[in-house]
């Protein structure tokens, strides 16, 4: 059959204000813990950058519990990238830790991501990369 295997699913869901927040009392500093560079300015872009920053804290928690590592020194917050295709499309790049990682399982993540005014979701599988 088509397609791979799936090693692992991961979900999240957060209180958009929580991160809102945490950002408010620890200034940037909480947030460049969580995100890279990229990822703040794209969710700068926007008026309320609370929705953005917090969708991608559940995604990079969906990815860690999909890995069945979640956040730790196995795989930090800054080990995942949620970045865009020219659609708007998120997808994930993995770098130091987790681009281990995926190396040693040979699989693809894929995420999906949605929010309201008060909650963001993101969901992640890892799936095993089929062969031939």
Known sequence: PPG?????????????????DSHQKYGDRFIERILLPTEIDYCLQHKDPAPSFAVRFAAKEAISKSFGTGISAELGWLDMEVARHDTG????????????????????????????????????????????
């Open 4 to 20: 791979g295997m799936i090693l692992g699913i991961g979900i999240d869901i957060i209180e958009i204000g929580r991160i809102r």
């Open 89 to 132: 499309a998120p997808y994930v790049v993995l770098h130091g830790k987790g681009k281990a990682l995926l190396e040693a399982r040979g699989g693809n993540v894929h995420i999906s991501l949605s929010h309201t005014a008060h909650q963001a979701t993101a969901m992640a599988i890892l799936e095993k990369r089929s062969v031939g």
